[in-house]
């Protein structure tokens, strides 16, 4: 099953990647000014919901452009957006992948990163039962146990569910769980839905027949790549850099989806029909960050703000204004 990595627009024409290629290649090779003289190591996460890092970092993009200006790259594996706005709150990376939401939340609750890139328009979350359950909606979950990760664009996407059918968290049991033991647990029994994520999501579908009885596609958020406001703030070419280097990175991606896969297969030590599974509702195509993604990313915050999880004197415009840094566009938003 060959996977779809451009899910809502057309397939690229040969001149238009090797367009996008060659602006990244040019603005990898620029040199850089005094302000990165002093760094001496640029700290990234990969994760297996961002497929895009995972081809920057086995191609060696961003060493490479990195190599003779003497800066060295770290990578670290985040687990969920939760992990990646932790690790970028508390300095251990500069870059980090999330889901918009979530960075939204970050940053009303004090977290100072900003929104620069977007690697995927994904529907990467849904509500997860088993057959059994007998669950078919989400008014079904009152009083029911659900594995979560709190943070996270699942926990969004089940807060909205819930209040959608006029209930709140306090009306379930959560259960708080980082996403690949929310899968297991649901497996297991010990709860009655989980809010998935892919690639667990697409594994526990095919491999154990779990079914994804709530989807909502227009409420996943986009997947973006923040950065720590100071680290943009000292460095920007840096910053220039980075996003170059994703370009090249996508850019192979979008004209290579069998080497996507088996990146992916080769993360997750899952069997290709599962990742073909995700890749099928992840859209690579549109990177540059605006309007698009602050739109989405405003209207969960307002749903947040009318469940009660964002305090209702919070401006959640002014958040998404704050959050979103159109400056690092390689081109003009599409």
Known sequence: MKPVLRRRAASPSRRALLGAACGAFLLLGAPLRGEAADVKEVRLDWATYNPVSLVLKEKGFLEAALKDKGIAVRWTQSLGSNKALEYLNGGAIDFGSSAGAAALLARINGNPVKAIYAFSQPEWTALVTTKASGITKPADLKGKRIAVTRGTDPHIFLIRALQGAGLTEKDAKLVLLQHADGRTALERGDVDTWAGLD?????????????????????????????????????????????????????????????????????????????????????????????????SIQAAGLALQQAGVIPAETDVAAAVAGLIDTRFNAGPER
């Open 199 to 295: 690639p667990m999501m697409a594994a526990s579908e095919i491999e154990n027949g779990s079914t994804l009885f709530f989807r909502d596609a227009a409420a996943n958020t986009w997947g973006v790549l923040d950065v720590r406001e100071d680290f943009a703030k000292e460095h920007p070419d840096l910053v220039r850099v980075v996003i170059a280097a994703y370009e090249q990175a996508r850019t192979y991606a979008v004209a290579n989806p069998a080497a996507v896969t088996q990146a992916l297969v080769t993360a997750t030590k899952l069997p290709e029909p599962v990742i073909a599974r995700q890749l099928t509702r992840t859209d690579l195509s549109r990177p540059e960050i605006g309007k698009v993604q602050a739109d």
